[in-house]
Each structure stands twice: as structure tokens, then as C-alpha cells.
């Protein structure tokens, strides 16, 4: 199975309270965002990330110990906070997947266009925005704090994006 996700922001206390997120520490968010990734995601799982993994700047090597604690085989794309991913095996800004005969664009930041947009055959995912940017055409905010803290499957996307596409 294939999942999408955005803006988990492991490790960043303020954006508790840059997005009003429900919890009482970043410890607490941590554990909550990480349990919910594994309730629905098992080992076999592909899991794109699609920007702002976590924020981490002053431990070094922090955001692999949250990788070690998730379900799944990851796709990490470069997002406002993702400085960990510079160097060796840099992250795409653009990831683009074909599941099922449908293509699927991801970018951290929100596109107008993406390609195959205008044909009404393509979806285009992304984070960033947090829930606060209406998506344009077949277009979807997946960051966390749209989805309940969950990551979005391919299946529900299908269901999502159903009778958009014609």
C-alpha cells in the first residue's frame, strides 16, 4: 500500500501553537503523530513524506530516530524545515508516482498547475499550508493536521478525488 503525509514537524514545539494542534508538549505530538503513522502503515508500506518532517535543527541526527520508530519504507521530499536531507541522497523537491494507472504529483508547496493538470487525469499532493489554502482541481493538502494526524492512503485519495476527474 502506498501513503502520503506532510508537516508531521516532529520535534517543533511551536508549531503547537502556530497550528493550534491539540497537544500539551512536543513529546506528546511526537508520540501521538508517530502512533497514528503506525496504526495504519505496516512494514511493507511506501510512505512519501511530502515536506517538513521535523525540525531538528539543534539535534543532530534526531529525525533518524524517528524514522527508526515508523512503519514503512519512506520517500522523503525537501520541505521548508528539511535541512537534514542536504547532502548525500539529496530529497527531490518534485516526486511524481504512477499507482494504479493514476499519476501522482507530490511537491511540499501547492502548484496551480502540475503536469497533466488540465487533462483532469492527474492529482497533485502537497503540504505547507496546513489546512489554511483551498486546493485547486484535483489537488490535496496531506499534512497531518488535515487528516486527523494520520497519513492518507492511496485508497482513500481514489475515494477523495472519485466523480473530480471527468
Request: charged share 25%.
Amino acid at each position: 500500500m502506498f501513503f502520503f503525509t506532510a508537516d508531521e514537524h516532529y520535534g517543533h514545539d511551536k508549531i503547537i501553537e502556530y497550528c493550534n494542534r491539540p497537544f500539551a508538549s512536543v513529546k506528546e505530538m511526537d508520540n501521538e503523530i508517530l502512533r497514528r503513522h503506525n496504526e495504519v502503515v505496516g512494514p511493507e508500506d511506501t510512505v512519501v513524506h511530502v515536506g517538513d518532517f521535523a525540525f531538528c535543527k539543534d539535534r543532530p541526527d534526531a529525525e533518524r530516530r524517528y524514522i527508526s520508530r515508523l512503519n514503512g519504507q519512506h520517500v522523503f521530499l525537501n520541505g521548508s524545515h528539511d535541512w537534514w536531507l542536504c547532502g548525500k541522497g539529496k530529497a527531490p523537491d518534485i516526486y511524481t508516482v504512477t499507482i494504479e494507472k493514476q499519476l501522482i504529483v507530490c511537491c511540499h508547496y501547492p502548484m496551480r498547475s502540475w503536469p497533466l493538470s488540465h487533462h483532469k487525469t492527474s492529482w497533485h499532493l502537497y503540504g505547507h499550508e496546513h489546512g489554511r489554502l483551498d486546493p485547486v482541481g484535483l489537488s490535496l493538502d496531506v499534512g497531518v493536521d488535515c487528516h486527523n494526524f494520520y497519513p492518507v492512503s492511496f485508497q482513500r485519495l481514489q475515494k477523495i478525488f472519485q466523480g473530480k476527474m471527468k
